[in-house]
Every structure is written in structure tokens, then in C-alpha cells.
């Protein structure tokens, strides 16, 4: 629950769309989720409308005008305290999307159906004139400034600004009705215009009308009723903290935020008075949202490298006391500093952020933060995180334990570091954990037996394991690989070409008694090598011999030349060869010290 004071002061009133868009102008806070209705929510939204319409073209074939009108919900708002007719929106931001959908929708409409009239005396006809002036309607109520009919001016600017940089582009193009670039089309927003667009279209077909009123006449009436019988309560709240205390309580109710967008809106209520901070805040938020970045996981990640363990649930009532638990300013960018350096970590071109990006292990991840806090420097945090990877890999890929047991064992490690003031290796937090040193004192050359037999079926752990060689080999090269470019190559494809199925050693694998024996040799390390991604796709499932000649021609102009385990004889490449090749890169493995933290028994 969420208390707040005088709500009972609130201003109420309830407005036709008309009036709600023609002499006010909105934003959404950065705390609000970006649009996020579905067909669903469109379909419902049509129902309505077009029950309104039914009724009240009934009245008019009976000459009645009192008309009836349909309420819409409310909307709660915020004032600015600069501008005087500007205000936020706390909650109704989605309908209020839409109704701009519909509206440039019907402006969009009319324009193609203005341009479709052959003569001059239809363009001055009444039902023309009175779409043209629809049309500027539309215009003077979404946008700041006019715009001529063609919806060219690129100066105006819509009434409603939303945090949501790439909703914000689609947007104002749409309202423009500019052309759309292929990188906005995937957008919620670009997606629902169309449901609207289709939606449109369906009222103008309705068994309601009839035949003889023209689509234009359509146009317009839909258009009047819209923005004259359908009302919104606005709610204006006396502060943002007032709003936000309303928002938190809506959400507890269900609506669909997840915890940092709850710490987000009340970070954003706690640092009203401090500009310079707020300014700072947003705007790395909104670089962060619109690369995609998973906030929710940052957030999560830095509060366990504090050495806290909440549940997920839990997590935004337990953050909000320990930013009001005082010094609010240094808490506030302690998040914003963890964002960045997790940022900056995990989206380097790096082997160590490959390792994470590959396998996945959002648990070690926080290690990562305490380490840093802790003042290690980056080498020593790329040794010991590496070593606590191939440790999971051991563990989880190599001997197939739970992933429950090794999070676990990696919460053990971050308390080990946490708990002391003194820099610690790798080896030193393994002596002070018994059950890690146990796991660590038994291992052998046998752990590698499922990689030997083709038991792991995992492309992302072998490419690990390749990289892994590779940082051995090449541990003072400056050059490193085009991370981003690089693929696992089957020799022995997945879904092998005819060609292959020809030879008397690959015959077998063509029937299916063999599948699980075919199987196991395509998981085998041996039969795969790292190659550009390009090249992979150009040699596809193409026979071995078919692919030496284009590898031949290709990689000894790629970085992976050089590397002994990148060669492969082609020449007698078979079942029997992929073996071998698997147990000499497994021994290449050990003999490099790949897992430099063990040592190996017979």
C-alpha cells in the first residue's frame, strides 16, 4: 500500500478529446512502461466506438440530437510547474496513444480520399471543404504549430512528448504523415497503427451507414463524434510524489510494471530539488531504455553486490528504504555508477565478456560490481572472474550439476569477497569455502569424458572452450577476434547435403537406427571449428571436400590461421577423424592450462 495526502484536493473534470488535446500539451515520465497495447486492447477499443456511432446515428434518422456519449476512463495528471498548460500523465497514457492513432488514422484517410476526386467541382463540393477543414482540425490538435495540408512542415511539434525515444520517432512521423523507414516499422506503436488503420476502415463499411453517403461524409462524422461524445476525466494530483504514491498503488493492483520502473518513478519524485542530478539521471535512463538495456537485471545485480538477497518481489519496497535510509544523493548514484561500469563490462569487446554473453551467467554477474567496489584493478577482476567462469563450466556443463547448486557455491564467493577488507585471488576464496575446494580437489581428466563422447550438446560452450585456447595462445596479442563476426562451423553438418550420404563412411548416418550415433559426432569438439559467419553461411551443409576449397581460399586471410586448431585435414576427414581430433583439442586443453586453477590426476 501507498499513502499519500489530499487527494481530495485533486482537480477533477471531465472533458471531451476535444478539449483534452486542443489547449493542453502532455509528457509521460520515464517511469511509465512505452505503449504497450495489443490487438486485444484495439479491438475492445473499436467496440466502443462503434457502439457509439450505431447509437447515434439512429438518433439523427429520427431527428433527434442528444446525442449519447461515451466515457473513456480517466486520466491522471501532473501540472508542469513552468509551463502553465503543460502536464505529465501518470496513467491513461494508452488510450491516449491510441486516440492519436485514430486520429491521424482519419487524417491520413481523408487526404488519399481528397486526392482521389477527378474534378475541381468535387473538390469544392460541401462534404470536401468540410474534410479539408477536419483535416486542419486534426492538425491544430495534436501539434503545437500549423502545417499545410501535406503534411511537409518538419518544424511542428506534437503535443504529447513520450520518453520512449524510438515510439516518440514513429510518432511524429506518423502524425505527419511522413514516410516511415524500415527501421521504425517493428515498433508497438507502428504495428497498432495499422490494427487502427484497419479498424478505420471496418467503421466505414458499417451496415449503419448508408450506401449513398460518401467515404469523405464518413470521415467527418466519425470525426465529430470522436472529439465531441467521447469524455476523459482528468485528474490533476497537487505533486509528482502525490502521483507517484498513486502510480505505486495501481501497480500493486496490476498493473504491468516491473520493479525498476517503480525505483525509477520514485527516483525520479526524490530528486525534484536536485536538478543537476535529475537531469543526469534521465538521461542516462533513457540511453539505457533505448539500447535495450535490461534495467531490471542491473538494478537486481547491483544490490546483490551489496550483499543483499531479496526476492524479486520484494526488491523495490527493500531499494526504496535503503535510498530514504539517508544520504539519498550518494545511494541514488551508487545505482547510476553500478549501471555504467556493468554496461561498459558487459558489452566490451572482450573474451571475459564473451564468456558471459555465451553462457549466461547472470549469478556471477554481481561479483563482478563487488570486485570493482573493492578496488580491484581490471586484471585482476578479469583473472578472477574468469576462473569462477570455468569453474560454473566444470561444474554445470562438464559434470552437469544444477545451476540451483552452483548459484550456491557463487553467493558463497561473494560473500567471501564482501567479508574481507583485503584483496583476494581466486584461490584464496576457494581455500576459505570447503565445498568448493572439495569439488576442486577431485577433479580429473575424467571430467571431460562427455566432451570425448559427443555428450554435450551446447555450440556456445565449445566456442567458449575455443576462445578460451585462443586468450592461452595469444595472451600478450593485441589483435583480438571480430567477437561479433564469428560462428561455430559443424564440419559434419546438422542437416548434411546429399553428397554427403553418398560416401560409404557417412552412408550409415542416413538411416534413422543411426540418428543418436550421428548426433553425438556433431556435438563432438572435434568436428567443429570457428569461422567467420559469413564464410559459414557460404559453405552451408556442403560436403567436406566442397567446403576445404572455400575455406582454403578464406582463412588464411582470418585471424584463426595461425591458431593449430583451426587445421583440419580434409583429406581424411571421417568419423574416426573427429575423434581424434576431439581428444587432441581436449589435450591441448590441459596441456595449455585452460583450467590453470586444477590440477589434473591420471
Not at 434518422?61 to 513552468?82: A, I, P, R, W
Request: hydrophobic residues 35%; neutral net charge; aromatic residues 12%.
Amino acid at each position: 500500500m501507498s499513502l499519500t495526502k489530499g487527494i481530495q484536493n485533486q482537480k477533477q473534470d471531465l472533458c471531451t478529446l476535444e478539449k483534452f488535446f486542443k489547449d493542453f500539451e502532455y509528457e509521460t515520465p520515464n517511469y511509465q512502461r512505452a505503449y504497450k497495447w495489443g490487438k486485444e486492447q484495439i479491438d475492445f477499443f473499436f467496440e466502443d466506438i462503434d457502439e457509439l456511432l450505431e447509437k447515434n446515428i439512429e438518433l439523427i434518422e429520427n431527428d433527434d440530437n442528444n446525442f449519447f456519449q461515451l466515457y473513456f476512463g480517466s486520466v491522471m495528471l501532473t501540472k508542469d510547474k513552468d509551463i502553465s498548460n503543460k502536464f505529465k500523465i501518470i496513467d491513461g497514457q494508452q488510450r491516449c496513444i491510441t486516440f492519436i492513432l485514430l486520429l491521424s488514422a482519419i487524417k491520413e484517410k481523408i487526404k488519399d480520399e481528397l486526392e482521389k476526386l477527378p474534378s475541381r467541382g468535387q473538390a469544392d463540393s460541401e462534404e470536401s471543404k468540410k474534410a479539408e477543414t477536419t483535416f486542419r482540425n486534426i492538425k491544430d490538435l495534436l501539434f503545437k504549430k500549423k502545417i499545410s495540408l501535406t503534411g511537409a512542415s518538419s518544424g511542428n511539434k506534437l503535443k504529447i512528448h513520450l520518453f520512449n525515444t524510438n515510439d516518440m520517432k514513429f510518432l511524429e512521423k506518423l502524425v505527419a504523415l511522413s514516410d516511415i523507414t524500415v527501421s521504425l516499422r517493428g515498433n508497438r506503436i507502428a504495428r497498432n497503427y495499422e490494427l487502427v488503420k484497419s479498424g478505420l476502415n471496418e467503421l466505414l463499411t458499417k451496415h449503419y451507414f448508408r450506401s449513398q453517403i460518401s467515404c469523405l461524409e464518413r470521415l467527418n462524422f466519425i470525426y465529430d463524434q470522436i472529439v465531441n461524445n467521447i469524455y476523459l476525466l482528468t485528474m490533476t494530483l497537487n505533486n509528482e510524489m502525490e502521483a507517484f504514491a498513486i502510480f505505486e498503488s495501481l501497480n500493486n493492483k496490476g498493473l504491468d510494471l516491473t520493479p525498476f520502473d517503480l525505483i525509477n518513478g520514485f527516483v525520479e519524485t526524490k530528486l525534484k530539488n536536485n536538478k543537476t542530478l535529475e537531469e543526469e539521471w534521465s538521461k542516462q535512463i533513457l540511453n539505457y531504455l533505448g539500447n535495450g538495456v535490461p534495467l531490471d537485471n542491473y538494478i537486481f545485480y547491483w544490490w546483490q553486490s551489496i550483499g543483499k538477497d531479496t526476492p524479486q518481489i520484494e526488491l523495490f519496497n527493500e531499494i526504496k528504504k535503503y535510498i530514504n535510509n539517508g544520504n539519498e544523493e550518494k545511494h541514488i548514484k551508487e545505482i547510476l555508477n553500478s549501471f555504467d561500469l556493468l554496461y561498459k563490462f558487459l558489452n566490451a569487446q572482450t573474451f571475459i565478456s564473451q564468456y558471459f554473453l555465451l553462457l549466461k551467467r547472470k549469478k556471477i554477474i554481481p561479483l563482478y560490481l563487488a570486485l570493482k567496489n573493492k578496488n580491484y584493478t581490471d586484471e585482476e577482476i578479469n583473472i578472477f572472474l574468469t576462473k569462477v567462469i570455468k569453474y560454473s563450466m566444470i561444474e554445470m556443463n562438464l559434470r552437469g550439476k544444477s545451476p540451483g547448486i552452483f548459484q550456491y557455491k557463487a553467493k558463497s564467493i561473494l560473500r567471501t569477497v564482501l567479508d574481507n577488507n583485503i584483496k583476494l585471488t581466486f584461490e584464496k576464496v576457494v581455500s576459505m569455502n570447503a565445498d568448493i575446494k572439495n569439488d576442486i580437489d577431485t577433479y580429473d581428466k575424467k571430467i571431460f569424458a562427455t566432451i570425448i563422447d559427443g555428450g554435450i550438446n551446447d555450440d556456445q560452450f565449445m566456442k567458449c572452450l575455443y576462445y578460451m585456447i585462443i586468450e592461452k595462445e595469444t595472451k600478450n596479442d593485441i589483435v583480438k577476434p571480430d567477437f561479433a563476426n564469428i560462428d561455430i562451423e559443424h564440419l559434419f553438418p546438422q542437416t548434411p547435403d546429399k553428397k554427403w550420404y553418398e560416401q560409404s563412411e557417412w552412408a550409415k548416418f542416413e538411416k534413422k537406427e543411426n540418428e543418436e550415433e550421428k548426433i553425438r559426432f556433431i556435438n563432438m569438439l572435434g568436428n567443429m571449428v570457428l569461422l567467420n559467419n559469413k564464410l559459414n553461411r557460404q559453405i552451408q551443409n556442403s560436403y567436406i571436400v566442397d567446403k576445404k576449397t572455400k575455406i582454403d581460399e578464406k582463412l588464411p586471410t582470418t585471424y584463426f590461421e595461425k591458431h593449430s586448431w583451426a587445421k583440419v585435414d580434409y583429406r581424411n576427414f571421417n568419423s574416426d577423424y573427429i575423434k581424434a581430433r576431439t581428444k587432441e583439442v581436449v589435450k591441448t586443453i590441459i596441456e595449455i592450462g585452460v583450467f590453470d586453477f586444477v590440477k589434473f590426476g591420471e
